[in-house]
């Protein structure tokens, strides 16, 4: 329904929410952004596991945004509109390995499915055995698959 000051004018308070008019005709929208808010990110953060060292000064910083990923010991973006930019941005520079980044979301999200096949070994451990128990796990699941299937 209206704004009683809308009805009487006949303009609007300029407090309404944007329902996606003036986005809809944008020439640079990529589709991902929200329809509803206020002023949106245009950039998401990412954080390269395979560099980050597990310091935990990021997921001291910045609590809402970022956490240690219990099974690797990296930090990890847990959601990317949690803390304000300032916080993101100090937590990005107390990073001591630069392993942070801010990133264009069509980017953020080739990123984040990469990682998925991604071998990340535990903070601490040679990189050659964690390789080779990774693929000891692939084979010992795809055998179970197999006897599974027969």
């Given at each position: ?44 953060v990412?954080?390269?596991?395979l560099?980050?060292i ?15 990923e219990p ?63 990774a ?16």
């Open positions: 329904m209206a704004d009683e000051s809308e009805m009487t004018t006949g303009r609007s308070s300029g407090l309404e929410p944007e329902l996606g008019g003036a986005l809809r005709s944008a020439s640079g929208r990529s589709g991902l952004e929200p329809e509803l808010g206020g002023q949106f990110r245009q950039e998401g990412y954080v390269d596991e560099v980050c597990g310091c935990t000064h990021c997921a001291h910083v910045a609590r809402n945004t970022f956490y240690i099974d690797y010991g990296r930090a990890r973006v847990v959601r990317q509109n949690g803390d304000s930019e300032a916080l993101i941005q100090e937590a990005i520079d107390t990073c001591p390995v630069d392993c942070i980044h801010k990133v264009d979301y069509t980017e953020l999200r080739e990123l984040e499915r990469d990682r998925v096949n991604q071998v990340i070994p535990v903070v601490g451990f040679p990189v050659d055995k964690a390789v080779i128990s693929q000891r796990r692939r084979r010992q699941s795809m055998m179970k698959a197999r006897k599974n299937q027969g």
